[in-house]
């Protein structure tokens, strides 16, 4: 099946600077991926859409300017979590589906494990 | 968005079927009904999905209600290893790909 992949799987970083994550599909092309992100015995929040060749579309109450999303290649988008506090330590998961395709299922890296310390 | 109502956890014994209910009652004609479910620690996975006909794959089965207000994920024979949370969500039809995650269900296994 359709892969996508997280990199890196777990990072720590000192507060205020930044940390980029990669969210790569594999072995299909995706002109959207999303970002999401989760605190522990949460749920999944939607942070952004991530669009190839434009502007990220950013839900309700996501900075755009702290989570900078891009997506420069049909196979990549990247979060870059900016000047980040330790209330920004969460796990954070992409996902993308296949160019053309609608409804039907989605593909989620395994997720990047983000410790602000 | 359209919402999902599912209880917060439930329990089953291995070997045993399982009915992981959902209630949509907000369901537009176009909304596909998707669940995923994540492992600990786990980026989520697809499970099933349909529209407004039963589904069946080999991981489980999907059966819809006739108003298509509700719907009930199907684990034939639980097995440890489904042990997670199980999430019904509603696809918008014309966001492809973009998922709404409610707070879903939490599954355990007792053997």
């Known amino acids: 099946g359709a892969v996508v992949s997280q990199h890196p799987s777990r990072v720590i970083c000192k507060s205020g600077t930044s940390v980029k994550i990669e969210c790569r599909s594999l072995?299909?092309?995706?002109?959207?991926m999303f970002w999401y992100r989760q605190f522990p015995k949460q749920s999944l929040m939607l942070m952004a859409t991530?669009?190839?060749?434009?502007?990220?579309?950013?839900e309700q109450g996501v900075e755009k300017d702290k989570f900078l999303i891009n997506h420069a290649s049909l196979t990549l988008s990247t979060l870059t979590v900016t000047s980040a506090h330790p209330e920004d330590s969460s796990f954070y998961i992409c996902?993308?589906?296949?160019?053309?395709?609608?409804?039907?299922?989605?593909?989620f890296g395994q997720g990047t494990r983000l410790t602000v310390v | 968005d359209a919402k999902t109502t599912q209880p917060n956890s439930m329990e089953s014994n291995e070997e045993e079927p399982v009915h992981l209910p959902c209630n949509h009652s907000?369901?537009?004609?176009?909304?596909?009904i998707h669940w995923y479910r994540q492992l600990p620690s786990q980026g989520p996975e697809y499970v099933i999905h349909?529209?407004?006909s039963n589904v069946n794959n080999r991981m489980a089965s999907l059966a819809i209600a006739e108003d298509r207000k509700s719907s009930t994920l199907i684990l034939h024979r639980a097995t440890l290893r489904d042990a997670a949370v199980y999430y019904c969500?509603?696809?918008?039809?014309?966001?492809?790909?973009?998922?709404?995650f409610g707070q879903g269900t939490e599954l355990s296994v007792k053997p």
């Open positions: 996902s993308a589906t296949p160019f053309g395709a609608r409804n039907t299922e989605a593909f």
């Open positions: 072995d299909f092309q995706a002109t959207t």
């Open positions: 991530s669009n190839e060749g434009s502007k990220a579309t950013y």
């Open positions: 907000t369901i537009s004609g176009t909304d596909y």
């Open positions: 349909g529209l407004t």
């Open positions: 969500i509603l696809g918008v039809y014309n966001q492809g790909g973009k998922l709404i």
